[in-house]
Structures are given as C-alpha cells and as structure tokens.
C-alpha cells in the first residue's frame, strides 16, 4: 500500500523566513502529488498540484513545490512566508489502482505556524 | 458555483447508536469521497463513490458505509458507533474519477460519548 510521510509536524517561523515542508511518497510508478492547505476555520483547498511535465510547479499565494523523481519527493517550499500562512499543511498522492481508479493517500499533515 | 455542502456540521451521539451523515457536491461533479480526519491519524479515506457505485474503498469496519444517488449527492453511515469514531469528516468532490484535484466540504464534527 503506498503510503505518504510529511517529517515536520509541527513548524514554527518568523515572518519573511523561508519554508520548506517535506514530503515523500511509497510508491514506485507514475503518481499525481498534491499539497493542500487547511486555514484556520476553513475548508481544505487546494495549494498545487503535479501531474507531468516541468517538475517545479507553482501554486496560489507564492508557495511552489518540486517532483523529485528519484527522491520520491515532493516538498513544499516559499521563499517568504506571511503571518496568513499560519495553516496546517497536507501532502496527498493519487496513485492507480486495479480498475483504473485512484486511491488518494494524505499525509498526517504539518502545522504551521507564522509569527508577526 | 456553491461549493460542497454536508450537513450536519455537528453532531453528538452515543456509543451503539448509529449516524447518517450527508454530502451534497459541487454541481456537475460525479465523484463523490469521504475522510476521517482526526488529530493523531490525520485524512484517512474511507470510500469513494462515482455514479452511484462505490469504485474504492479504504481500511475501515464494514460498519462505516455510504451510497450515492443519481444526482451525486451521497451518504455515510456509521453504525453501532464507538468513542474512537469521533472524528471530523469530510467529503470531498472531484470532476470525474481520475486523479483529479478534490474540493472538500467543511465536515461533520462527530462526537461519540
């Protein structure tokens, strides 16, 4: 079963510092990598998504992630982070299934916190 | 376009009782999914539906189920509810059944005592 670990839990910064969360992934053939994002009192939405082509993609807000392949990694990054990043911070995998269906795999998360 | 809707957004039981929770999705989405998401455990699928048919499903007791109907909207039941289900879950919609991005509802916060 693939499996999906985020290694921060729990992160705290200052305003202006630069983020990366990490993210990897179990799961040897083609996967489509998301990271989603959970404001305070808000619904999960989505941040970025890979699913081909150039694997530094961009999403809302200034953040960006990189597919690394070989690493089995997709780790979230911002040069400069806001005290409105304060959110809790979720990694899924869609990886194939029999049938031609996608089972989503969610990492545990990782709380961000962001001081003025 | 109105996002996804569940209803209801709270609730509180007791353990054995049994509890239908409903998903309403995004208009024109056929693909309709449901988490657990706890503090320990994070998002945990529980199943997901498209045209009415449960198309996967992930590591939960067969007294967690659902059903969709023929406009999408779905349904989850947990029966002879346990204080380890307590638990906020979320449904999540998606365009068709592929690897789709999804678009999550607020939840239900479930509270067994």
């Known amino acids: 079963a693939q499996s999906v670990s985020q290694h921060n839990h729990h992160v705290i910064l200052s305003e202006a510092a630069s983020l990366e969360l990490g993210c990897n992934y179990s799961?040897?053939?083609?996967?489509?990598l998301f990271w989603y994002v959970q404001y305070p009192g808000q619904h999960l939405q989505l941040l970025l998504k890979y699913f081909s082509g150039d694997p530094l993609v961009k999403g809302i807000k200034g953040f960006e992630a990189e597919f690394i392949k070989s690493k089995f990694s997709f780790n979230l990054r911002k040069p400069s982070v806001q005290w409105s990043d304060t959110a809790e911070y979720f990694c899924a995998v869609n990886a194939p299934v029999a049938g031609g269906s996608y089972i989503p795999t969610f990492g545990r998360g990782t709380s961000l916190i962001v001081h003025p | 376009k109105a996002g996804v809707t569940q209803t209801p957004r709270y609730l509180i039981k007791t353990r054995g009782q049994q509890v239908t929770l409903s998903c309403s999705p995004i208009?024109?989405?056929?693909?309709v999914s449901w988490y657990q998401q706890t503090p320990g455990q994070g998002l945990q699928f529980l199943f997901e539906y498209f045209s009415e048919t449960q198309r996967n499903k992930g590591n939960f007791p067969g007294r967690f189920s659902g059903r969709q109907f023929s406009n999408s909207r779905s349904e989850m039941n947990v029966s002879t509810l346990e204080l380890g289900d307590s638990a906020l879950y979320l449904c999540?919609?998606?365009w068709g059944q592929g690897p789709y991005e999804q678009y999550f509802g607020p939840g239900t916060r479930l509270t067994v005592t």
């Open positions: 799961y040897g053939g083609t996967v489509n």
């Open positions: 999540a919609s998606s």
């Open positions: 208009s024109g989405h056929r693909s």
